[in-house]
């Protein structure tokens, strides 16, 4: 229900799923990214090896080195044995340069906006009385989340996370269900990954009003869609 991201592209972030467009990589350039950083570390890296670090498919990693190569980022030698070597042009090292700049800009900013966000839900939970809260979903988000808490006389009991390998993430227990949880208050969403499909799930079996969904999660708690098949 709330699972936990096991997307690996080098610095990636994890919330970049829930970010706008203009505030995080494309997933284009995520992968230019992971790939530029792996041939900088090492030169002989295989397709299979890049495939495997960037959580991607072979066939794709294949596609995007001879991408870099045509556009002049990656220079390639063959070496004996068959095998092939792989360097950073001067061109693709101010290309990975630049990527992770953005990265570096996009992160900060999505992280100063959670913080903001994260503050205000908690200023929400202490002026309806709600103590003890519990988070649903564990990541960066549920970790900021948590850190601002130890500000608040809010108390956090727990994650729900019934798909995560983690017993313990930020400090805080990890449970499969909100009824392993005594005098719970509230639950703030907090999975980065599917916001809506949680949230839609979560309002079946806890109190619509007792749910909080922080805004940069974009989820609508009022859908207005007509499956009549009919035009209005």
């Not at 530029?36 to 495997?52: E, G, W, Y």
């Not at 002026?127 to 988070?135: D, M, V």
């Amino acid at each position: 229900m709330w699972s936990e991201n096991k997307t690996n592209l080098g610095q990636r972030s994890v919330m970049a799923g829930s970010k706008s467009q203009s505030e995080t990589l494309d997933n284009e350039s995520e992968i230019t990214l992971g790939l530029l950083n792996a041939v900088h570390d090492n030169s002989a890296i295989t397709q299979r090896s890049v495939a495997s670090d960037l959580g991607i498919a072979l066939g794709l990693a294949n596609a995007y080195l001879k991408r870099c190569i045509r556009k002049g980022f990656i220079k390639v030698q063959q070496i004996p044995s068959n095998r092939y070597s792989y360097y950073l042009t001067p061109q693709g090292f101010a290309e990975k340069t630049r990527l992770t700049a953005d990265y570096l800009t996009c992160s900060f900013t999505f992280f100063r906006r959670a913080r903001e966000q994260c503050a205000d839900t908690l200023d929400e939970c202490a002026q309806k009385g709600w103590r003890r809260i519990a988070l649903a979903g564990a990541g960066d988000l549920s970790e900021i989340l948590s850190l601002c808490a130890n500000d608040t006389d809010v108390q956090i009991v727990g994650i729900i996370d019934a798909h995560t390998s983690h017993s313990e993430f930020a400090g805080l227990p990890v449970l499969a269900s909100h009824k392993e949880i005594d005098q719970l208050d509230a639950i703030v969403l907090t999975d980065v990954n599917n916001p809506q499909n949680s949230f839609d799930l979560l309002h079946k079996i806890w109190p619509r009003d007792r749910i909080i969904a922080p805004k940069l999660l974009g989820v609508s708690k009022d859908k207005n869609i007509d499956t009549s098949g009919g035009e209005s």
